[in-house]
């Protein structure tokens, strides 16, 4: 079930570097959020931190609230491999494993927290390729190696991946960015399709399709180089790409910078 997410006084530091300061912003239930804003200004760091993915770095760390459906996630009594599960992850290139079959790759995650009912796994791999618009495409080649689809195809495979533990939200980062422009445009398709069932939270250098897929969408800065990446404002995407709040949103979108 899709489920809200409240980000409050986010700080994300790697060792000494504050990355990221003071990060607040709502992320409503089945809703698509696009994170913008020039290189190295602290979006994929955000969204990193929204399913415990950043603390896994040496040195990385959290302070301030992540808050699932009112639930803190960085709570000392959450596992984060269950806030992995709960809150699922495609990254910027197709990371299938390239020698398992088609249909291990969507199941792998559920085989891993102990499923072995060969008929429910062949129901989920169904259900998740088909939600990835990826069945018609695959159903007569299940067997074969994840590694042996097209990138297009490969990037859907691993979005049926994440989606096979139905997860509440699901976090993409970059997902287009290595893809042609007909691959994009599936992937965006998608996007639409699955915000019927999940909350989505994208990261993307193409503003365009910041604009094409998301309801809301959330401006990043850097104020110097060498200074932490800061939310500079978060508004619903039509206004916040016709009419901005500030200054450094409109140079940004407009071109000026960045």
């Known amino acids: ?24 912003l709502q992320v409503q239930a089945r809703s698509v959020t696009s994170f913008i804003g020039p290189s190295g200004c602290g979006k994929s760091t955000v969204l990193r931190a929204l399913n415990r993915m950043h603390e896994v770095i040496a040195g990385a760390r959290v ?3 992540v808050l699932l ?27 299938p494993f390239p020698t398992m079959s088609i249909r ?22 169904e259900r998740s390729l088909r939600s990835a618009n990826l069945w018609e495409e695959v159903k007569d080649r299940l067997h074969k190696p994840g590694g042996s689809l097209s990138g297009g195809q490969q990037q859907r495979l691993c ?20 893809l042609d422009p ?22 993307t250098h193409n503003m365009q399709q910041a604009a094409r897929v998301s309801d809301q969408t959330a401006f990043f800065n850097l104020r110097a ?20 709040n500030q200054k450094a949103t409109e140079d940004y979108i407009s071109g000026r910078f960045g």
């Open 104 to 125: 291990d790759n969507v199941v792998a995650g559920l085989k891993l927290t102990g499923e072995k009912n060969k008929k429910k796994l062949d129901e989920i791999t």
């Open 63 to 65: 302070d301030g609230k």
């Open 225 to 244: 180089v060498g200074e932490p990446g800061q939310l500079v404002e978060i508004e619903e995407t039509g206004k916040l790409f016709s009419n901005p």
């Open 159 to 178: 979005i049926a991946r994440a989606t096979a533990v139905q997860p509440d939200v699901l976090l993409m980062d970059e997902p287009c960015s290595a």
């Open 69 to 95: 459906d009112g639930e803190d996630i960085y709570a000392p009594s959450v596992d984060p491999v269950q806030v992995r599960r709960t809150i699922g992850m495609v990254f910027q290139r197709a990371n």
């Open 182 to 203: 007909i691959s994009t445009l599936a992937i965006e398709d998608l996007i639409a399709e699955l915000k019927k069932d999940y909350t989505i939270v994208i990261v």
């Open 1 to 24: 079930m899709a489920k809200r997410l409240d980000i409050k006084d986010l700080n994300l530091h790697y060792g000494k570097f504050h990355a990221v300061e003071d990060v607040t």
